[in-house]
């Protein structure tokens, strides 16, 4: 029995460093060549591993080792670990109210609070004016304005605008979001490219808006900015445009 594991040993370790020397075979034919060798390997290993006792499996273990070392490039060690990954943002509590409405949300970006706030307020805000947050349970932030907050958009991204001056991060990930509202409609536009957020908002503007407008409140994951014309916007690609230029 020791002398057919040996010979089966033997002939995988001869086999496998010899899959190294075929350079004048094109690369498809080495790898076809190395996948049959590899396979008949395996076949002599399934029918005769049961019949190894513990000490001939771990000689055998080192020794597939050995050659799987041998076949890379320069028969040297191979390539260092990995880098690590850069972490992931960590999650902000956010808390606070808009007027005697409380909220309380885990955020990984000042987008996502954006997100959270308006999913829990849109159609119960009317008209407000105050609000206070506080994040990572630090004092309160008072937020006011001399007018009125009449949508969940408007209200939601000014709260998230503060927040990223409080420690929450600034929008991450990839593609692309716009949070805001054109008048008193509230929007929420997610893709992975821009012509996936301008045919959300012609959508938008064509089945909610439909009509001239003067007002548009966009949040880009850093900022809320504030667009006003003297005139009017009055189709979905003058609006849209609008929107477009500040998340880009």
């Known amino acids: 029995m020791k002398s057919q594991w040996k010979i089966i040993l033997l002939a995988s370790a001869v086999t496998l460093v010899s899959m190294n020397v075929s350079a004048q075979q094109s690369p498809e034919q080495q790898a076809q060549k190395k ?147 054109i008048e008193k409609n509230t929007f929420l536009f997610k893709g992975n490219s821009l012509k996936d957020i301008l045919l959300q908002c012609q959508s938008f503007y064509d089945n909610e808006v439909h009509t001239s407008v003067d007002d548009i409140n966009i949040f880009n994951g850093t900022e809320l900015v504030k667009k006003h014309t003297s005139g009017w916007w009055t189709n979905s690609s003058e609006v849209c445009n609008v929107i477009i230029q500040e998340i880009k």
């Open 35 to 181: 996948l049959n060798r590899l396979s008949r390997i395996v076949q002599k290993l399934e029918s005769n591993i049961y019949s190894m006792d513990q000490f001939q499996l771990r000689k055998l273990n080192n020794k597939l080792t050995q050659a799987i070392q041998t076949l890379r490039p320069g028969h040297g060690p191979g390539p260092g670990p990995r880098p690590p990954r850069p972490p992931r943002p960590s999650m902000k509590t956010v808390t606070g109210s808009i007027e005697n409405m409380t909220f309380v949300y885990d955020v990984t970006d000042a987008m996502d609070l954006a997100a959270q706030c308006i999913g829990q307020f849109e159609g119960k805000i009317n008209s407000v004016d105050d609000a206070k947050l506080s994040v990572d349970f630090s004092p309160e932030a008072k937020l006011h304005t001399s007018g009125w907050w009449t949508s969940a958009g408007e209200v939601c991204t000014v709260i998230a605008a503060k927040s990223v001056e409080m420690g929450v991060f600034p929008k991450s990930g990839y593609g692309y979001t716009a949070i805001g509202s």
